[in-house]
């Protein structure tokens, strides 16, 4: 028996009588999903102020944390809190396949009718869970926390964040505040729907507003962070830049791309090709050289552009065929699963 495998068994050993064991039938309500990298020293706070606010609840819930190939011992710490408590569960990543990815591993082995993403760090707070899942019962696919009062440092932080919360906005027609703002509440089935990759999880809603779904935004308090640092630079404004480019043209033409490419193309062919007819009506009827004019060039330059820009739209095509046919594919590798489930296995990937 492997290490992994051995301790498994010795955990799923380790039933305390005063819990029950969940089981497929009994799904909880509320599935709070925490991707964490390093985060060894907030572990505890989260458990603690954690449990109080979803106890308070009286929903049934599970808590998922996704432990993206933390290196500081947060795995030891996470599996204590397994050993003690059902409500949580543990994806362990490889190594680290960033913040994206964990809340995807997070969202499929998600069990609940909502799924809460929450930061481990607790800038967000607990307390706001409450507020948010009361507002998606109102019939909301996704609510998003929009906080007040920010506690970062205003040129490195929020101000990008501004600028970054208006541009978003702006450019998909999403009107959200804070696009940064991690806690949210998810309906299971959207949150199941959503495939993501890169650093991408800042514009859920706005790939979820493709999908047609209700947003709703509920104000929540926003607290420094205790322990560890912040795991994002400087560089983060530029690829979020980057990311919104992306975005940008999955949501207006991921399906289609040859209508985006294929229509400037045919225009830029069409023009060309209308002064090619123009050329040769000079050089044929009126007998004038045309051998020197700056149109010639022009006329051939945009009938190549014309045919190579619908080009790329055809390509372009094949290429989204490609993207959106093989589901399932995974931008993570786990590397063991901590599940109060009987179905949970080791991954030997
Ligand atoms: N995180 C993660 N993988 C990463 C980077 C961050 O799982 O590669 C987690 C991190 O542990 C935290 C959350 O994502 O729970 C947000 O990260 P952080 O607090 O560093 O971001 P900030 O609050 O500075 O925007
Ligand atoms: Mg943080």
Redesign the pocket.
């Known amino acids: 028996m492997t290490q992994t495998a051995e301790n498994l068994s010795k955990i799923y050993a380790y039933q305390p009588e005063r819990f029950q064991t969940p089981s497929s039938e009994t799904n909880p309500r509320l599935s709070v999903v925490i991707p964490l990298y390093n985060e060894v020293d907030n572990i505890p706070p989260l458990y603690h102020e954690l449990s109080t606010a979803l106890d308070a609840l009286g929903d049934t819930y599970e808590v998922i944390v996704v432990d993206d190939g933390s290196n500081d011992g947060s795995f030891i710490e996470l599996r204590k809190l397994f050993e003690t408590d059902p409500h949580w569960r543990v994806i362990r990543f490889r190594r680290n396949f960033g913040q994206t990815a964990g809340l995807m591993a997070g969202f499929e082995a998600a069990r609940g009718e909502y799924v809460i993403t929450l930061?481990a760090?607790l800038?967000n707070d607990p307390q706001d869970i409450p507020k948010l899942i009361a507002k998606a019962d109102e019939g909301y696919d996704i609510v998003s926390g929009w906080r007040m009062e920010r506690k970062e440092p205003f040129f490195s932080r929020r101000l990008p964040s501004m600028l970054a919360n208006r541009l978003i906005s702006r450019s998909t027609g999403v009107a959200l505040h804070d696009y940064g703002c991690t806690l949210k509440v998810y309906r299971a089935d959207i949150a199941k729907h959503i495939r993501l990759y890169g650093e991408l999880h800042r514009f859920i809603p706005a790939i979820a507003s493709g999908l047609g779904v209700q947003l709703a935004e509920v104000p929540v308090s926003d607290r420094a962070?205790r322990f560890g640092k912040?795991k994002y630079g400087i560089m983060r404004t530029f690829k979020v830049m980057l990311d919104l480019i992306t975005v940008i043209f999955f949501l207006s033409f991921s399906t289609r791309p040859l209508h985006v490419f294929g229509g400037i193309g045919l225009v830029t062919g069409a023009v060309g090709v209308l002064i090619g007819v123009y050329l040769a009506f000079v050089r044929l009827i009126l007998q004038q050289g045309i051998g020197d004019r700056p149109l010639l060039l022009l006329s051939m330059l945009l009938i190549i552009l014309g045919v190579q820009i619908t080009g790329t739209g055809l390509v372009a095509e094949f290429v989204m065929r490609a993207y959106h046919e093989p589901q399932g594919r995974k931008i993570y590798v786990v590397r063991e699963e901590l599940d109060h489930e009987p179905g949970a296995q080791t991954e030997t990937a």
Request: charged content about 60%.
């Open positions: 930061d760090d800038q962070r912040s």
